[in-house]
Nanobody, 123 residues
Framework: QVQLAESGGGSVQAGGSLTLSCLAS????????MAWFRQVLGKDREFVSF????????SYADSVKGRFTISRDNAKNTIYLQMNSLKPDDTAVYYC????????????????WGQGTQVTVSS
């Protein structure tokens, strides 16, 4: 079992930066792949980035590659999403997710989800 809580969302102007955090509780965190997804009202949940359990392997959506960085600190049970050069199109609710036995871009394969944090980027 893993419980997740995101923080760090907010409002920022285009070109600005934000860092999202996701604090996990539960013994499965250190062996789980973790991911960030985002969702705009009325649209499907969109993959942003994932990181494997050791932190050695990461992947990004093309839309955020070169601007966002995912990382994890297993000692603190936390993952992060550093977001730079933000664009209005990045506006969404951002969710972190955990998968003890999967890593990839399919949201349906992630077992645990946080409640989400709103990111709003104004032009």
């Amino acid at each position: 079992q893993v419980q997740l809580a995101e923080s760090g969302g907010g409002s920022v102007q285009a070109g600005g930066s934000l860092t999202l955090s996701c604090l996990a509780s539960g013994s499965a965190f250190s062996r789980s792949s973790m991911a960030w997804f985002r969702q705009v009202l009325g649209k499907d949940r969109e993959f942003v980035s994932f990181i494997n359990s050791s932190g050695r392997f990461t992947s990004y959506a093309d839309s955020v590659k070169g601007r966002f960085t995912i990382s994890r600190d297993n000692a603190k049970n936390t993952i992060y999403l550093q977001m730079n050069s933000l664009k209005p199109d990045d506006t969404a609710v951002y969710y972190c997710a955990a998968a003890p036995s999967y890593y990839g871009t399919d949201p349906g394969k992630y077992d645990y989800w946080g409640q989400g944090t709103q990111v709003t980027v104004s032009s």
